[in-house]
């Protein structure tokens, strides 16, 4: 599966965006998908993940309350809705895909396909 993220930009804190990631391919359904972002210097970190059929969703507690991921599986897309964006949600922002296992799992490890990601930058 190739994974296209898109929707990143330049916004002030308190702002909301939303990243897409559009899925090729016909079996996007039976992925789990995830969002991780990654600052400059450090680690690429989980940021959520969605089940197969959107049922089942996690966050990281920096995100809680204030990013939805949801998808549809019609359009084989993903996103990824964020408010309150605040100077420390800067960083690039990736969508990937788990075709291993129904289970939402949170590990960069267990993702298999990776978008190219996007760059968020929230100005203070």
């Known amino acids: 599966v190739q994974l296209q993220a898109s929707g990143g930009g330049l916004v002030q804190a308190g702002d909301s965006l939303r990243l897409s990631c559009a899925a090729s391919g016909r079996t996007f359904s039976s992925y789990v998908m995830g969002w991780f972002r990654q600052a400059p210097g450090k680690e690429r970190e989980f940021v959520a993940a969605?089940?197969?059929?959107?049922?089942?969703?996690k966050y990281a507690d920096s995100v809680k309350g204030r990013f939805t991921i949801s998808r549809d599986n019609t359009k084989n897309t993903v996103y990824l809705q964020m408010n309150s964006l605040e100077p420390e949600d800067t960083a690039v922002y990736y969508c990937?895909?788990?075709?291993?296992?129904?289970?939402?799992?949170?590990?960069?490890?267990?993702?298999?396909?990776w978008g190219q990601g996007t760059l968020v930058t929230v100005s203070s």
């Open positions: 990937a895909a788990d075709p291993s296992t129904p289970t939402v799992r949170i590990g960069v490890k267990f993702y298999d396909y």
């Open positions: 969605i089940s197969r059929i959107g049922s089942i969703t």
